[in-house]
């Protein structure tokens, strides 16, 4: 298990394990989203904060992808720079939970996302 990331997150998906290991097409457990590359803060080490060129993510790409995966990953992770200032944040919370994303995290600002927004969360 050397060339995995967590021994433990595998472990609990040990369907996904086998489904592998027998050659079958599988899907990631969760996905990290980036939403933007923009970012309100000036890291000196952040690709984000250091690029000449920002980018957001179309709200139409989004809606396909959600769409796309579907019974599929549960876990979503929006990142980018700081997903909380893409001018599509609040929509895509609207798509995730309006489909079957059991969890919605969302980058630094989580602690604050979590407690304005009603972060996304399951029991299983």
Same mark, same amino acid.
């Given at each position: 298990?050397?060339?995995?990331?967590?021994?433990?997150? @595998? @472990?609990? $998906?040990?369907?996904?394990?086998?489904?592998?290991?027998? +050659?079958?097409? @599988?899907? %990631?457990?969760?996905? !990290?989203?980036? *939403?933007?590359?923009?970012?309100?803060?000036?890291?000196?080490?952040? %690709?984000?904060?250091?690029? !000449?060129? $920002? =980018?957001?993510?179309?709200?139409? #790409?989004?809606?396909?992808?959600?769409?796309?995966? &579907? +019974? $599929?990953?549960? +876990? *979503? *992770? *929006? &990142?980018?720079?700081? %997903?909380?200032?893409? %001018?599509?944040?609040?929509?895509?919370?609207?798509?995730?939970?309006?489909?079957? =994303?059991? +969890?919605?995290?969302?980058?630094?600002?989580?602690?604050?996302?979590?407690?304005?927004? $009603?972060?996304?969360?399951? #029991?299983?």
């Amino acid at each position: 298990m050397s060339t995995l990331s967590s021994e433990y997150k @595998i @472990i609990t $998906h040990r369907e996904r394990v086998a489904d592998y290991l027998a +050659g079958k097409e @599988i899907m %990631p457990v969760s996905i !990290e989203m980036d *939403l933007t590359s923009r970012c309100n803060k000036s890291c000196h080490n952040c %690709p984000s904060s250091n690029s !000449e060129c $920002h =980018w957001n993510l179309d709200l139409a #790409d989004i809606e396909n992808f959600f769409k796309e995966m &579907s +019974g $599929h990953a549960k +876990g *979503l *992770l *929006l &990142s980018g720079g700081e %997903p909380t200032i893409s %001018p599509v944040f609040a929509k895509t919370l609207e798509l995730a939970r309006a489909t079957d =994303w059991c +969890g919605v995290r969302s980058g630094r600002k989580y602690n604050k996302f979590e407690r304005n927004t $009603h972060a996304i969360t399951c #029991d299983t």
